[in-house]
């Protein structure tokens, strides 16, 4: 009787010990179950986040291609409104359950509310046809720099593109970049995207992040008087009480840019008389306007647009956003960087 108890003892903990070794694999099984089901959704949510992102992007590219392309490719009051200023085509773009928009926030000194619409390239000062005195202007309007402050910072930008002949006299950049802890060589060429400047002597991020709404590096130089702001307009040389004066007559009664009622110069050679319209301009304000268009540096036209679309998975509370650059001539997105 007492080996057959015993006997039955060892069965029963021996059961136990399988029983115990299963429940161990159970629980192992199930964990790595979880993991791989995990791991399939978070693929399908960055997958299905790249697919609107991209769904987002093109559609106002090819919203924008449309209405240029119904405009002749000419920035009327029409394409102003519409790309500038469209809730009903940007504010909700869909794709399933998942949703993005295309909008931005103007820079300071402006109206600072999202507006949904993408912003025009020519609205900026290009650090690739600049010179130094429009640009530390810029450099004091934007970043509340001194005036030897800006000066430096500007040669920096200039240093960076130019090369040979072009290169800054009596300026030495390159015992700096080749000092570094992490020592690199100066570009000598072009900017080729708005984050080298992070790699310039004398500038921050929190610099940088200030900037980047007002300079580009696409277009041909040339400052849309239509949507530039007054950080902009000022740093062409014109005078604050100028700059005032060509904003109010840009904006119309309701003071808004992008709306019906908004005044789109056409010609440069009629801005000033364009402006006597709205608001009367002195004689030496005329003159300021006409001495920065002889400069060459004035348009009424646009053809690169920054596109910044947000978008949000149904299923999670966290955003992701791109920002492209398209260019309506070319028809195609020239610029991607998602964040």
């Given at each position: 009787m007492r080996i057959r108890k015993a006997q039955t003892g060892m069965v029963l903990i021996l059961a136990l010990w399988v029983l115990g070794i299963l429940t161990i694999l159970a629980v192992s099984v199930a964990a790595g179950i979880r993991q791989k089901?995990?791991?399939?959704?978070?693929?399908?949510?960055?997958?299905?986040?790249?697919?609107?992102?991209?769904?987002?992007?093109?559609?106002?590219?090819?919203?924008?291609?449309?209405?240029?392309?119904?405009?002749?490719?000419?920035?009327?009051?029409?394409?102003?409104?519409?790309?500038?200023?469209?809730?009903?085509?940007?504010?909700n773009i869909t794709l399933g359950r998942d949703t993005a928009g295309v909008g931005y926030i103007l820079p300071s000194g402006s109206d600072a509310s999202l507006h949904w619409g993408v912003v025009d390239e020519e609205s900026k000062i290009n650090l690739n046809k600049t010179d130094q005195l429009t640009l530390t202007n810029l450099l004091i309007n934007v970043l509340a720099l001194n005036d030897e402050d800006a000066s430096k910072l500007a040669l920096s930008l200039l240093d960076w593109r130019q090369y040979g002949e072009g290169e800054v006299s009596g300026f030495f950049s390159d015992d700096y970049y080749s000092n570094l802890q992490y020592p690199y060589p100066k570009k000598n060429a072009d900017y080729e995207s708005l984050d080298e400047i992070l790699l310039v002597k004398g500038m921050n991020k929190q610099m940088y992040?200030?900037?980047?709404?007002?300079?580009?590096?696409?277009?041909?130089?040339?400052?849309?008087?239509?949507?530039?702001?007054?950080?902009?307009?000022?740093?062409?040389?014109?005078?604050?009480?100028?700059?005032?004066?060509?904003?109010?007559?840009?904006?119309g009664k309701d003071g808004i840019d992008g709306t019906p009622d908004?005044?789109?110069?056409?010609?440069?050679?009629?801005?000033?008389?364009?402006?006597?319209?709205?608001?009367?301009l002195t004689l030496d304000e005329a003159r300021a306007i006409d001495a920065v268009n002889m400069r060459g540096l004035l348009t009424t036209d646009s053809f690169y647009f920054t596109i910044e679309a947000t978008g949000k998975i149904a299923s999670r509370s966290t955003l992701?956003?791109?920002?492209?650059?398209?260019?309506?001539r070319e028809d195609k997105i020239i610029y991607w960087n998602e964040r």
């Amino acid at each position: 009787m007492r080996i057959r108890k015993a006997q039955t003892g060892m069965v029963l903990i021996l059961a136990l010990w399988v029983l115990g070794i299963l429940t161990i694999l159970a629980v192992s099984v199930a964990a790595g179950i979880r993991q791989k089901i995990f791991l399939v959704a978070r693929l399908d949510e960055r997958s299905r986040m790249e697919y609107l992102l991209q769904a987002a992007v093109k559609k106002a590219a090819g919203y924008i291609h449309q209405e240029m392309e119904v405009s002749n490719f000419v920035f009327t009051p029409a394409v102003k409104m519409n790309l500038l200023n469209n809730t009903n085509e940007l504010s909700n773009i869909t794709l399933g359950r998942d949703t993005a928009g295309v909008g931005y926030i103007l820079p300071s000194g402006s109206d600072a509310s999202l507006h949904w619409g993408v912003v025009d390239e020519e609205s900026k000062i290009n650090l690739n046809k600049t010179d130094q005195l429009t640009l530390t202007n810029l450099l004091i309007n934007v970043l509340a720099l001194n005036d030897e402050d800006a000066s430096k910072l500007a040669l920096s930008l200039l240093d960076w593109r130019q090369y040979g002949e072009g290169e800054v006299s009596g300026f030495f950049s390159d015992d700096y970049y080749s000092n570094l802890q992490y020592p690199y060589p100066k570009k000598n060429a072009d900017y080729e995207s708005l984050d080298e400047i992070l790699l310039v002597k004398g500038m921050n991020k929190q610099m940088y992040n200030k900037l980047i709404n007002y300079v580009t590096i696409y277009g041909d130089g040339t400052v849309n008087i239509n949507t530039a702001s007054k950080e902009v307009l000022e740093a062409l040389g014109l005078p604050e009480a100028v700059v005032d004066k060509i904003l109010t007559a840009r904006r119309g009664k309701d003071g808004i840019d992008g709306t019906p009622d908004d005044l789109v110069f056409l010609k440069t050679f009629e801005i000033t008389s364009d402006i006597n319209s709205v608001v009367q301009l002195t004689l030496d304000e005329a003159r300021a306007i006409d001495a920065v268009n002889m400069r060459g540096l004035l348009t009424t036209d646009s053809f690169y647009f920054t596109i910044e679309a947000t978008g949000k998975i149904a299923s999670r509370s966290t955003l992701k956003s791109v920002r492209a650059v398209y260019s309506s001539r070319e028809d195609k997105i020239i610029y991607w960087n998602e964040r």
